[in-house]
């Protein structure tokens, strides 16, 4: 997982994207580890669309339309990336 993230972060930083992990990956990271699958982050609405071009060259993909919650105050863009077992 955490050559995932390392891609992930490092995709985002070098295109100037501003992100905040979030969920249970943020508090294995901040506080107490915690076993999680998947990476949760916030990014700013006017940087998403850049963040989808950029993680989709590193092998994600965006599998499904967005979620809108609470009248869209929060919108979730999911993104899938399939690993092998080696992480």
């Known amino acids: 997982m955490s050559g995932k993230i390392k891609a992930l972060t490092s995709e ?3 295109n100037g994207i501003d992100y ?3 969920e249970a990956l943020a508090v294995s990271v901040y506080a107490r580890p915690r076993a ?3 990476i949760d982050m916030m990014i700013e609405a006017d940087s998403v669309s850049k963040a989808v071009d950029d993680v989709r060259k590193i092998g994600f993909d965006l ?3 967005h979620m809108k919650f ?3 105050a929060a ?3 999911p993104f899938t990336k399939i690993a092998d077992s080696s992480g």
């Open 36 to 38: 999680t699958l998947d």
């Open 20 to 22: 905040a992990l979030c």
């Open 12 to 14: 985002l930083d070098r």
């Open 75 to 77: 919108i979730i863009h």
């Open 70 to 72: 609470q009248n869209g």
């Open 63 to 65: 599998p499904s339309d």
